[in-house]
């Protein structure tokens, strides 16, 4: 699971019918600091998130699949939660660590 920041929606007047009542999400990945750290992507919300959020993205498709309930949907990415907040004990150990 990886921690993003929901930068925007998809609107898909037609989308596989997987998706059928969910939204899709644009997603930018952030360090537990909430700096960007890689390229956006899609998710499909399961969660009902907004524009602004930081969340809780689950990147594996057979989780997605199960999540979904649906184990022939074309899904890799969920928003699983929102995150109110992260904490960190010793935020210079973390940002060594995340170098690496």
């Known amino acids: 699971m990886i921690i993003a920041r929901v930068i925007g929606n998809i609107v898909a007047t037609v989308k596989h019918a997987a998706y059928h009542a969910h939204k899709i999400l644009i997603v ?45 949907a074309p899904a890799r990415c969920i928003v699983v939660g929102v995150i ?10 973390m940002e060594k660590t995340s170098k690496h």
Do not use: C, M, W, Y
């Open 28 to 72: 930018q990945p952030e360090d537990p600091f909430g700096k960007p750290d890689g390229d956006s992507f899609l998710a499909i919300d399961l969660v009902q998130a907004g524009v602004g959020d930081q969340v809780l993205v689950l990147e594996e498709g057979s989780s997605a699949r199960l999540l979904l309930e649906n184990d022939t």
């Open 84 to 93: 109110d907040h992260v904490d960190i004990e010793d935020p210079q150990e």
